[in-house]
T-cell receptor
Framework: ETGVTQSPTHLIKTRGQQVTLRCSSQ?????VSWYQQALGQGPQFIFQ???????GRGNFPPRFSGLQFPNYSSELNVNALELDDSALYLC?????????????FGSGTRLTVV | AQTVTQSQPEMSVQEAETVTLSCTYD???????LFWYKQPPSRQMILVIR??????QNATENRFSVNFQKAAKSFSLKISDSQLGDAAMYFC?????????????FGTGTRLQVFP
């Protein structure tokens, strides 16, 4: 059973650019959630995808968007990057929406905006 | 809105000793879940222990146990017989029991150092 895989592990982008981060969910998991973890902070919920639809969103602007594919993998897209977007982006998958115990996290993508 | 507070930015413990990490939360809900996650330098969040709010009995997982005080909205983690591998960031997290809400609300974390 493979875990949650995120790519790339590190990324450096320039302010104003766009970035796409990728997440492969754990086998058998159909729900994917994305979190932003700024330095020295706890993760903050960005949004969740279930059956290719956004199913819950945190307090993030529309320039944060996502996709989920039929194989349940997911992408996080951030447009018009700002310096404050520099953070660790974590993906978590779960067997189904509403399962409080099944969260499995990936190791994250460290994004640096310069 | 729910909030989670961890008031200890850093804690240290000697190997084989016991340490307690504090967490308080605020919610108006009666049914929810609480978690402690460990984040080592590898960055992956690893579930340490979980507690259902409707259960009065405190959860225990090997060397890890919690002190859940629902009325006080307190959820502390006790690590017994500390090991060098326990050194990491520890995050307390809250999850509503509402089925359409999967998001976790995290505290700011406590960095645990373990000395030999």
């Amino acid at each position: 059973e493979t875990g949650v895989t995120q790519s790339p592990t590190h990324l450096i982008k320039t302010r104003g650019q766009q970035v796409t981060l990728r997440c492969s969910s754990q086998s058998g998991h159909n729900t994917v959630s994305w979190y932003q973890q700024a330095l020295g902070q706890g993760p903050q919920f960005i949004f969740q995808y279930y059956r290719e639809e956004e199913n819950g969103r945190g307090n993030f602007p529309p320039r944060f968007s996502g996709l989920q594919f039929p194989n349940y993998s997911s992408e996080l897209n951030v447009n018009a990057l700002e310096l404050d977007d520099s953070a660790l982006y974590l993906c978590a998958s779960s067997p189904r929406t509403g399962d409080p115990y099944g969260y499995t996290f990936g190791s994250g993508t460290r994004l640096t905006v310069v | 809105a729910q909030t989670v507070t961890q008031s200890q930015p850093e804690m240290s413990v000697q190997e084989a000793e016991t340490v307690t990490l504090s967490c308080t939360y605020d919610t108006s809900e009666s049914d929810y879940y609480l978690f402690w996650y460990k984040q080592p330098p590898s960055r992956q969040m690893i579930l340490v222990i979980r507690q259902e709010a409707y259960k009065q009995q405190n959860a225990t997982e090997n060397r890890f146990s919690v002190n859940f005080q629902k009325a006080a909205k307190s959820f502390s983690l006790k690590i017994s017989d500390s090991q060098l591998g326990d050194a990491a960031m520890y995050f307390c997290a809250y999850r509503s029991a509402m089925r359409n809400t999967d998001k976790l609300i995290f505290g700011t974390g406590t960095r645990l150092q373990v000395f030999p």
